[in-house]
């Protein structure tokens, strides 16, 4: 069974879309969850921490259901920029190591 | 802004040889870590380091790899024997503490690439 479990897309949406991203995770004692970003052939690098209780960063915002064991990810106003890889990633209870989705595949077209 | 450094940036060596990774983590961070990253696949954890020594590993970090840290600022992870399957992005990360919430920063990567 896979520890992240991620739709991998491709997403292409126009400029100025709203998306959303959704992960699902096996682990129910994971403590941490994050969405990271990964441009074509880079590392991958923090997008945003996610929070029991949802959190917004501009136009980014992401929930987490831990009774789903269910993350989500909205991008609102979608700009060209926003093109990329987005990585679901899980941290386990007691250990440090990131679990990572396969990652989501976003075009943003003109 | 402190980074996480890592060199070569691509590694191409012939199947059976050995190759050294090298890493140089921010420098007030105390966790270290590898992971990987086959074309087209999702990244995965390989070991995480502290203390100088190695605190958790995977299943694919068997023994044709090592880790080491063999001064107070680099972090290499060996591969001998290398084969085939072992091309891919290879991504070190380093954190300064562990517990809910700490960002891990990852440096920019070296492909491997195995003939």
């Known amino acids: 069974r896979k520890e992240v479990e991620q739709d991998p897309g491709p997403f292409n949406v126009p400029e100025g879309a709203t998306v959303a991203f959704n992960c699902t995770y096996s682990n129910s004692a994971s403590q941490s969850f994050f969405w990271y970003r990964q441009d074509c052939r880079k590392e991958p690098k923090l997008l945003m921490s996610?929070?029991?209780s949802g959190n917004e960063d501009g136009r980014f915002t992401a929930q987490l259901n831990r009774a789903s064991q269910y993350i989500s990810l909205l991008i609102r106003d979608s700009k060209l920029s926003d093109s990329a890889t987005y990585l679901c990633v899980v941290k386990g209870n007691g250990a440090n190591n990131l679990f990572f989705g396969t990652g989501t595949r976003l075009t943003v077209i003109p | 802004e402190p980074e996480v450094t890592q060199t070569p940036s691509h590694q191409v060596t012939q199947m059976g040889q050995e190759v050294i990774l090298r890493c140089v983590p921010i420098s007030n961070h105390l966790y270290f870590y590898w992971y990987r990253q086959i074309l087209g696949q999702k990244v995965e954890f390989l070991v995480s380091?502290?203390?100088?020594?190695?605190?958790?590993k995977s299943e694919i970090f068997d023994d044709q790899f090592s880790v080491e840290r063999p001064d107070g600022s680099n972090f290499t992870l060996k591969i001998r024997s290398t084969k085939l399957e072992d091309s891919a992005m290879y991504f070190c990360a380093s954190i300064r503490t562990s517990g809910s919430g700490n960002e891990q920063f990852f440096g920019p990567g070296t492909r491997l690439t195995v003939l």
């Open positions: 380091f502290y203390n100088n020594e190695i605190s958790e």
């Open positions: 996610v929070y029991s």
